[in-house]
Each structure stands twice: as structure tokens, then as C-alpha cells.
């Protein structure tokens, strides 16, 4: 019985013993064997965990990357945001610029229509100066042709002392006619200046009188005072119209109606200015012109002739 009983001892501690012998239900081996069904749990939960671990790393190592992208592209970012205020800065700088340059245009191109209208005026004042002192000149000649008929008569008909004392008296004569003359001369009155007014209507009567060089030339002289500004802009650019210069009607028509948008002449302006631009080409602008001239002013003459352009 004892040796049975040992016997059986010896087989159960061999039983348990095997498997460390073998390694059978070893976790720790590569390829583990002999697992009981929680030892096959415990090692699929021990890979799982292994697996999520390094997932865990590749996870980590990724955001790292992706924070390091992060931060170039946000550098990337900040550095086109910089440039982008730059490029604004510089385009505000070139707007203001650009602004002065047509500010100054504007300035230059009235500075060049008073001077026009000085020199105009100018080279008027000197033609009439012309005038008179040929007038005075011719006045002179005449009476030296006089003189020189009275010595001729003298040297002719007298005796050489009778000659002498003739020739005293015809030149005394002759010198009091020539203080005449001077007097007259001297007291011609210089051509009184006209007012801005005086030019402006005489400048209607000339455009009336389709005199429209003359008529323009007094306009200018008026928008160069600064009198009734958008009547002489319309009133020029009527001028400039019916002697076929289109561009300069339109420039003179758009100055008019920015200054007045309601003038009593804006549909014979509007529809001049429609017609100016058909005749230099610019046919798809005149249209807008015609229409609204048809529907502004509608039954007038002006919109009818409107409508025959928009029938060609």
C-alpha cells in the first residue's frame, strides 16, 4: 500500500512537472503550446495588448509627424499672410498714387483750357491793337503824301522868295494838321474789355449764327471764369458737335451733365451726345444713350430721332 500510494505521488508531481520540462503552457515562449483555454484567452488579450501598444506608437509618432506638418504649414500660413499684407500695403500705395496722377490731370487739362482761352483772347487783343495802328498808320501816310503834294505845288508856282515864305506858311499849316493828327491818334479810345457776361451771350449769338470758332472761343473764356460752367460746357460742346469733332462733344457733354444732371437742355445733350458716339464707332455705348433717351423723354423729337438710329 505504501509503495502504491508512493507510486501515485511520484506519477502526479511527474505530471506537473512535465510541462516545464517541455515548455508546454509557457506565455513567455515565442510560440507558446499546451494552453488551457484561459492560457489561450490570457495570451490573445497579452498580443492584443501588444498590438495596441505599438499601434499606440505608430499613433504617437504620427501626430508627432503631422504636428510637425502643423506647425510648417502654419509657418507657411503666416508667412503668406505677411506677404498678403505687404502686397495690400503696396496696392493702397499705387491706388493713392494712381488717384494723385488723375487728380493732376484733371488739373492740368483745366490749367490747359485757360490757357487756351487766355492765349485765344490774347492773340485777339493783339489782332485788334494791328488793326488800329494800321489805321493810324495808313491816317500818317496819307498825310505825308500831302505834304509832299504841298512842296511840290510850292517849288512849282512861286518865286524863290515868295517860295520861302509860301513854304513857312504851308508849313505851318501842315504842322498844325499834324498835331491834328497825333491829337486823334493818341485820343483813340482802346477797345473797352467786355464782361464775362458780354462774352458768354455774345458766344450765344455766335453759336445762333452757327459762327462756331467764335462761338466756342467764348465759351472757354466763360468755363475759364467759371460762369454758368454747365450751360458753356453743353453750349461748347454744341460748337464741337455741328462741326463734326464728336470727341471733343462728348468731353464737353459729360462735363455739363455731371455739373447739372437737370438741365433744361439734357435730351438734345443726351441724345448728341448718343449720336457722337455712333459716329465714332462706339455703336454698343450710343445704344444705351438712344434708349434712354427714348424712355426719359418719350414722344419728344429727340426721342424719335433716337428710335431711327436704333432702326438702322
Not at 483750357?113 to 494791328?130: C, G, H, P, W
Not at 524863290?160 to 491834328?180: C, D, M, N, S
Not at 462756331?212 to 472757354?220: H, L, R, V
Not at 441724345?271 to 419728344?300: D, P, Q
Amino acid at each position: 500500500m505504501k509503495k502504491y500510494t508512493l507510486s501515485l505521488i511520484l506519477l502526479v508531481l511527474w505530471a506537473h512537472a512535465e510541462p516545464s520540462a517541455f515548455s508546454a503552457g509557457d506565455l513567455s515562449q515565442e510560440n507558446p503550446y499546451g494552453l488551457t483555454k484561459n492560457e489561450e484567452l490570457l495570451l490573445q488579450n497579452i498580443q492584443t495588448v501588444k498590438t495596441l501598444k505599438r499601434d499606440k506608437n505608430t499613433l504617437y509618432s504620427e501626430a508627432e509627424m503631422l504636428k510637425n506638418d502643423l506647425d510648417g504649414l502654419r509657418s507657411v500660413v503666416d508667412g503668406l499672410n505677411a506677404q498678403q499684407q505687404k502686397h495690400q500695403k503696396e496696392y493702397l500705395e499705387l491706388y493713392a498714387k494712381f488717384s494723385d496722377m488723375v487728380e493732376e490731370q484733371k488739373k492740368v487739362q483745366q490749367l490747359n483750357r485757360t490757357l487756351e482761352s487766355n492765349v485765344t483772347l490774347l492773340l485777339r487783343t493783339i489782332k485788334d491793337t494791328a488793326d488800329v495802328q494800321m489805321q493810324n498808320f495808313q491816317t500818317l501816310q496819307s498825310t505825308i503824301m500831302l505834304l509832299d503834294g504841298t512842296i511840290t505845288k510850292i517849288e512849282t508856282h512861286y518865286t524863290p522868295l515868295k517860295r520861302v515864305e509860301a513854304l513857312e506858311q504851308e508849313l505851318a499849316t501842315l504842322k498844325k494838321e499834324l498835331l491834328g493828327e497825333l491829337k486823334k491818334i493818341n485820343a483813340t479810345p482802346a477797345k473797352p474789355a467786355l464782361s464775362i457776361a458780354q462774352i458768354y451771350e455774345n458766344a450765344v449769338t455766335a453759336l445762333e449764327k452757327k459762327a462756331y470758332d467764335d462761338a466756342i472761343e467764348g465759351f472757354n473764356q466763360a468755363i475759364a471764369s467759371k460762369y454758368k460752367p454747365a450751360a458753356s460746357h453743353y453750349y461748347a460742346g454744341e460748337a464741337y458737335y455741328h462741326l463734326e469733332n464728336y470727341l471733343q462733344a462728348i468731353a464737353y457733354f459729360k462735363e455739363s451733365y455731371a455739373l447739372h444732371k437737370n438741365g433744361s437742355w439734357n435730351k438734345t445733350l443726351l441724345l448728341h451726345t448718343a449720336i457722337s458716339l455712333y459716329k465714332t464707332g462706339n455703336k454698343s455705348a450710343a445704344e444705351g444713350f438712344f434708349k434712354r433717351v427714348i424712355e426719359e423723354y418719350a414722344g419728344s423729337a429727340e426721342a424719335k430721332e433716337a428710335q431711327k438710329y436704333l432702326s438702322k
